[in-house]
């Protein structure tokens, strides 16, 4: 069966730190793969999404980027952290039927 | 344009009686609709999904929610609440049978003892 990882778990960062958050889905080859962030009493922002390794759509201008090195890895970063990136950050696969998995969160709280 | 409604934004139960979380949603056509629940501090996860197949669509954990055409409604119901039952249930649609998911507000459900 198809298991999807986030880590860390949880984070704490300076503004202008670096950031960078790791997902990985095994039990799947090529799965598409997207990374969301869920800001404290609001909805699921989709931030980017990935076809295939090295192809990444973007949703949202930002200072994030994500990139995909391997089929079943996703990661999420940035050069210099703001305040509003703070938030509950979530990395999905799609199954079948467009539903999409997700894993169990990176909680980013920039100080 | 796809979208979703959640009607009611908190709803409030007690323990051993009927759940009935409200969705309607606006297609112009068939859509792929699904409900997820979501844990204080946890990942969503995919209670049922509706794609074409049988209207009345059984889910995980006793949920099950009816797609109605004539309604544009796709409701989650439960007949028997469980203080586990206890979080944020999202109603999604596929934005035209793509990637792109369409997520509700938000429910938040709370059983009380």
């Known amino acids: 069966s198809q298991t999807i990882h986030q880590w860390p778990a949880t984070l704490v960062q300076p503004v202008g730190s670096p950031l960078s958050l790791e997902c990985t889905v095994e039990g799947t080859s090529n799965p598409n793969l997207y990374w969301y962030r869920q800001a404290a009493g609001r909805g699921l922002q989709l931030l980017f999404y990935s076809v295939g390794i090295g192809q990444i759509s973007s949703e949202v201008p930002q200072n994030l980027s994500a990139s995909r090195p391997q089929d079943r890895q996703f990661i999420l970063s940035s050069k210099k952290l703001l305040l509003s990136d703070s938030g509950f950050y979530l990395c999905?696969?799609?199954?079948?039927?467009?539903?999409?998995?997700f894993g169990p969160g990176t909680r980013l709280t920039v100080t | 344009a796809q979208s979703v409604t959640q009607l009611d934004s908190h709803v409030s139960v007690s323990e051993g009686t009927p759940v009935l979380l409200r969705c309607n949603y606006s297609s112009s056509y068939s859509p792929s609709l699904f409900w997820y629940v979501q844990h204080p501090n946890k990942g969503l996860q995919l209670l049922l999904k509706?794609?074409?197949?049988?209207?009345l669509v059984k889910g995980i954990n006793g949920f099950e929610a009816e797609f109605k055409k004539s309604e544009t409604s796709f409701h989650l119901t439960k007949p028997s609440a469980h203080m586990s039952d206890a979080a944020e249930y999202f109603c999604v649609v596929s934005y035209y049978n793509t990637d792109k998911l369409i997520f509700g507000t938000g429910t938040r459900l709370q059983v009380f003892p």
């Open positions: 509706y794609t074409s197949a049988a209207t």
């Open positions: 999905a696969w799609r199954g079948s039927s467009y539903e999409q998995y």
